[in-house]
Structure formats: structure tokens, C-alpha cells
């Protein structure tokens, strides 16, 4: 087996960074360290822990991602694992500086991956044909690469894998969830839109009519494109958490309706709340299917907020949709 290279980052200075989609999560300033071990194959393939590391040749990569980690001092047995991914011209290492996700694999004793775009806009490809289907191509082939690594050098539990992101972070949740529902347990996205809307077939990476808020379709229409995906599967299906602000005028609000059309029918619910409620002022959350903590659909529509919504705390509101608090 080919032993993975390493590349350690310890974070510095945060700077702010406000990306093409407006989410400011800010970047770590990095001091980068090559490590190479004369170790057996098994422990040289692990990551040095409580410190962000690239992890390189991970296996099947079309698109030329690279791969961050994050490995916990006190990592569980058979952990679980989380996806964090970036907004547009973000990066892995600002999705770990902005976002609590690191401290909270610390408390909790999971594992983040955070994959980087390295192509020149620093959006992920939620758009292209190849990604919109199963083992297609593309970034969602990567991500899947990333995350069948992490599970075999930490015999990561398959039953506990989860994906998040904010904007193109959150396009690509939803994606990565209807390419691969067999992987994702469930999903959490900040301001995003729903699976397939952004499709083009031009090459282009942006939709107008989808960003826009124009692409009103059924939940019938909108869940027979996740199915679409992977055609054949009869399995289950990922739960999904969403949010958006009501004055987002980037990715439009209307796409959260949308998104909540597409999530509900995959799931065979119908579009009634089984409990509305409001955990913070301005907040409305609805959940479908169940009441509890962990739905299959939860909604957070954040009145007169705009794109960039996500705060630090919001972080551990997906850890208990994900159940990896308890």
C-alpha cells in the first residue's frame, strides 16, 4: 500500500475572509511542516492529532481536491466522522478556523474531514453532470475517496457519517447526500439550494434561474432528481438539516422551500410540520416526520438575515441534529 504523505498545520493569526458566495468565515494563517515516520504501515498512514493535517494520495481524486484532517487527542473507537465543507473561494483550513467543528471533535470524539477546492473560483462542482450522479466524477468522487480513507485508517463507524457545509459547502451537502446515500448518514446546510438545481450542461459552474430563486418545481420533481442520482437504491435515506435567511440575496430564500419540497418527498412526508417552534428570536423551525432532535427534515428559516448566516454556536445545533452529542 502507498504510504500517505502528511502535511501539518498549525493554525496562526484569523483573518477575515468574505467569499464570492458572502459567507465570512474567517482563514488560519499557517506555519506548514512536511512529516514523514519510519513507523509500521498502519500507524504512518494515521494523522498526528489535535493539529489540522493535509492528508495526500487518499485514493480516487478527478478533480484534484486536497484533503484536511482533523484528529482529536481523544479520538473514539470506531468514530464518527464529519464532512465540513467550504463556501466559494474558501478553503479547508478556513471551514476549521471559522466553524467550532475542531472543538467540538474534541469534546465529542469524532473525526472532520474538510475538503479544499483548488480550482481557480474555489467552488465546489455542484453542477456539472458528472457530479449530479453516483461515482460520476468530479468533486462528490473525491469527498467519497476522502472519507472511504478516514474509515479504513480509524475503522471509522459506517453508520455515523455526516456532512456540512455553508453555501457552495452546503450545495455540495446537498449533493453529496443524493449521490451517496448509502454513506451519509445526514446532512446539515447553511444557506444552500436544493439537489440538481444548480445543473447546467455548458460547463458553467453558475445558475442564474437557481440562485435566484426562480426554479419552483413539486416535491415529486424535485425528490425524482435525488433518486435519479443512484438509480436502484431502495435504502435508506439521509436526514437533512436546513437553514436560510429570509433576506439572503445571494442563493434566494425561495430555495429553502424548494429544498424542504425535495427532502420531505425523498423521505415520503408530506409538506405539514410534525412541530413548529422558535429556539431563538427571529428563528422559525419546523420539523417533519418527528418531533424530536433528530427528524428526517429540520428547517431554521432565520428572519431578516441575509447570506452570510452562520455564527459560531450554530455548530453545535448540527451535532445534536447528528445525535453526536449524546
Not at 435519479?228 to 435504502?235: E, M, R, S
Not at 436546513?242 to 424542504?260: A, C, K, S
Not at 412526508?269 to 428526517?296: E, K, V
Request: with cysteine; proline share 6%; charged share 15%.
Amino acid at each position: 500500500m502507498r504510504i500517505p504523505r502528511t502535511r501539518v498545520l498549525v493554525s496562526g493569526l484569523i483573518l477575515g475572509l468574505l467569499g464570492v458566495f458572502g459567507a465570512a468565515v474567517p482563514s488560519a494563517g499557517a506555519v506548514i511542516a512536511d512529516t514523514r515516520t519510519g513507523r509500521s504501515e498502519a500507524s504512518a498512514e494515521a494523522a498526528p492529532t489535535a493539529a489540522l493535517t493535509e492528508i495526500t494520495n487518499f485514493g480516487t481524486n478527478p478533480s484534484n481536491l486536497q484533503m484536511y484532517l482533523y484528529v482529536p487527542d481523544n479520538v473514539a473507537p470506531n468514530p464518527a466522522v464529519l464532512v465540513a465543507v467550504h463556501y466559494c473561494t474558501g478553503s479547508g483550513p478556513a471551514m476549521y478556523s471559522g466553524t467550532e467543528y475542531a472543538q467540538l471533535a474534541d469534546r465529542h470524539g469524532f473525526v472532520v474531514i474538510y475538503p479544499s477546492v483548488t480550482r481557480t473560483s474555489k467552488c465546489f462542482d455542484v453542477s456539472s453532470p458528472q457530479a449530479l450522479r453516483r461515482d460520476g466524477g468530479s468533486d462528490p468522487v473525491g469527498i467519497k475517496s476522502m472519507v472511504d480513507w478516514v474509515t479504513r485508517t480509524y475503522a471509522a463507524d459506517t453508520d455515523r457519517i455526516f456532512a456540512t457545509g455553508i453555501s457552495s459547502g452546503a450545495m455540495m451537502t446537498n449533493v453529496l447526500l443524493g449521490d451517496y446515500p448509502d454513506v451519509f448518514a445526514a446532512g446539515a446546510a447553511f444557506a444552500g439550494v436544493p439537489f440538481a438545481c444548480f445543473a447546467t450542461t455548458n460547463g458553467s459552474e453558475w445558475n442564474s434561474d437557481c440562485s435566484g430563486g426562480n426554479l419552483i418545481r413539486t416535491p415529486q420533481a424535485w425528490g425524482d432528481l435525488v433518486r435519479g442520482a443512484h438509480p436502484g437504491y431502495n435504502g435508506p435515506r439521509p436526514r437533512m438539516q436546513l437553514w436560510h435567511g429570509t433576506e439572503d440575496d445571494v442563493l434566494r430564500y425561495p430555495n429553502f422551500g424548494e429544498e424542504i419540497k425535495q427532502w420531505t418527498n425523498v423521505h415520503g412526508l408530506g409538506q405539514t410540520p410534525s412541530h413548529t417552534d422558535s429556539p431563538q428570536a427571529g428563528w422559525t423551525r419546523t420539523r417533519y416526520g418527528s418531533t424530536g432532535d433528530q427528524a428526517q427534515v429540520e428547517a431554521i428559516s432565520l428572519q431578516g438575515v441575509g447570506h452570510n448566516l452562520y455564527t459560531w454556536g450554530m455548530g453545535s445545533r448540527v451535532i445534536t441534529f447528528f445525535g453526536l452529542d449524546g
